[in-house]
């Protein structure tokens, strides 16, 4: 009995993850749609944070009730004369009953250009979200500062620890030789590893305390687990982040390269680790296979490798400066237009089946990838839900009927034809887009429980 309160613990903390994660991005998305409706002179009439039974609500001065439901898998802004939550109909017996001046108030008595601004505002939001959110980390984050500098060293076993060491502080000129270029030099950056000696202890060229001297430290990028990818190989067999590979079937490494060769060249055959861990008396011994990923080509579309879910570092942390309010922002703007690129890419993609449709996840998927991030600490937690708010936005604009998407395409047949689309066609087309989404959502469900 007692061996199953660890599954269970984990499993509390994989659900409290992912409710926390799509109550945010819920919670903006129809922030959203209520605000702008706001503005635009639209009443809402229930603002809901979760489906079912109510646990807790209040009224504010505006009539909008505020409202918490005990199911927190989602959420909806109830605008006055909706026939549903989803805004997918009118009560026409109601609004016929209202004056002019209150049916202007109505999703169906207002402008055209305040429904199409309420409905839009949902996608928009969640995409805001994310670019603050982005902008955030890479402002609390810092930039890279200029020139090079050694910050926080990472922890790493003895066979790899060199003898006199690098400080915290020092500016590095040189590696095994090698000039460090400047960092606006991309090209000579990208080249710099390919130059490097092949050993696990390298001559480094610093400047301390204004004096240039030559100090011996680690190979700068060392097999060590800087990012784990949730439910990869590596995660899935319990390795962590600070982890050092120090062996692979017995053969002992010391550079990132080795073991990215080591596991590209597998074709998917089982691997044996020995594993450093800070901490324990001695090496861990772990047996990871390999598994086939399809992620994206830097000349575009995908590619299948061989891969176990794992990011490396340097030997230490680069030190680093404060990053500017406009920088940071810019780069949240970026972050999340290539999280669309790329998500659009991928649909893409399976959908023409030049990637497996394993890429698609559901509820399941997205609640363990909740969990995992979160175990990986806030600045990751913040990340995926950055991300996850661009997905969601992203989905809602599809122009599939009881979408945001599918609402703005009525609209935009509205404004050519001068009337909207009839109550059949209406029903007809809400019907099939229901349809449309249930079956995907029962597809990716079927992924989560089926796929590797």
Same mark, same amino acid.
Not at 285 to 290: G, K, R, S
Not at 440 to 445: Q, R
């Given at each position: 009995?007692?061996s199953f ?7 509390? +903390?994989?659900?409290?993850a992912f ?5 945010i991005?819920?919670a903006?998305h129809e922030?959203g749609?209520?605000i702008?409706?706001r ?6 009439e229930? =603002?809901?944070l979760?489906?079912?039974?109510v646990i807790f609500?209040r /009224?504010?001065?505006?009539? /909008?009730r505020?409202?918490?439901?005990a199911l927190?898998?989602?959420?909806y %802004? ?11 109909g ?7 009953? !209202? ?10 008595g ?14 928009i939001f969640?995409?805001i979200?994310?670019i603050?959110? =982005?902008?955030m980390l890479f ?12 910050g926080?060293?990472?922890p790493l ?6 003898t006199?060491? !690098?400080?915290?502080g020092d500016q590095?000129?040189?590696?095994? *030789?090698?000039?460090l ?9 990208s080249? =710099?590893g ?9 001559? +480094?060229? %610093?400047?301390?305390?204004g004096?240039?001297?030559?100090? /011996? ?10 990012q ?6 590596a995660y ?10 120090t062996?692979i079937?017995?053969e ?7 073991l ?6 597998s074709q998917g055959?089982p691997l ?10 001695e090496?861990?011994? =772990?047996?990871?296979?390999?598994r ?11 590619? /299948? ?13 680069l030190?680093?400066e404060?990053?500017g309010?406009l920088?940071?922002?810019w780069g949240?703007?970026?972050?999340t ?10 649909l893409w993609?399976?959908?023409?089946g030049?990637i ?6 559901g ?16 600045v990751?937690f913040?990340w ?11 989905l809602?604009l599809?122009?599939v009927?009881i979408l945001? *998407?599918g ?5 935009? +047949? ?16 809400m ?5 449309l989404?249930?079956s995907?959502? !029962?597809?990716?469900?079927s ?6």
């Open positions: 009995m007692t309160l660890p599954e269970f613990g984990n499993m509390l +903390y994989v659900i409290v409710v926390v994660a799509l109550s991005i819920v903006i922030y749609h209520y702008i409706g503005v635009s002179g639209i009443k809402a229930v =603002f809901s979760g489906f079912g039974p609500a /009224t504010d001065r505006h009539g /909008t505020w409202q918490i439901a927190p898998f989602g959420g %802004v109830k605008f006055l004369g909706d026939g549903d939550a989803a805004s997918a009118a009560e026409k017996e109601v609004i016929s009953q !209202l004056s002019d001046a209150d049916r202007r108030h109505t999703m169906l207002a402008p055209l250009w305040a429904r199409s601004a309420t409905v839009a505002a949902g996608p969640n995409f979200l994310s603050l959110l =982005f902008a402002f609390a984050r810092g930039e890279v500062a200029d020139p090079l500098a050694v926080q060293l990472r076993p003895p066979s790899l620890t060199a006199e060491s !690098l400080a915290e590095i000129l040189a590696i095994g *030789g090698v000039t270029p400047s960092l606006d030099d991309a090209e000579g950056m080249a =710099f390919d130059k490097l000696p092949s050993a696990p202890e390298l001559p +480094y060229l %610093v400047r301390r305390d004096v240039e001297r030559e100090v /011996t430290g680690p190979y700068p990028y060392p097999p060590i687990i800087t784990l990818a949730p439910s990869s190989a899935d067999i319990g390795l962590k982040q600070g982890d050092v590979i062996a079937d017995g002992p490494i010391f550079a990132f390269d080795q990215k060769s080591r596991v590209e060249g055959a044996l680790l020995q594993v450093w861990r800070e901490g324990s008396a090496e861990l011994d =772990f047996v990871l296979t390999p086939r990923v399809d992620e994206p080509a830097p000349e575009g579309g995908f590619r /299948t490798e061989w891969r176990i879910g794992i990011a490396g570092g340097m030997a230490f942390e030190a680093t404060r990053a309010f920088s940071a922002l949240g703007v970026v972050q237009w290539g999280v669309i690129g790329s998500s659009l890419s991928g993609h399976m959908i023409t030049a497996s449709s394993c890429n698609m996840s509820p399941i998927g997205i609640a363990k990838t909740s969990g995992a991030m979160a175990s990986q600490g806030l990751s913040v995926f839900v950055a991300a996850l708010s661009t997905g969601v936005g992203l809602n599809f122009p009927p945001d *998407g609402h703005l395409v009525f609209h935009a +047949y509205e404004a050519v034809a001068g009337k909207p689309p009839s109550d059949r066609a209406l029903r007809v087309l019907a099939a887009g229901l349809a989404v249930l995907v959502m !029962l597809f990716a469900l992924n989560d429980v089926l796929c590797p």
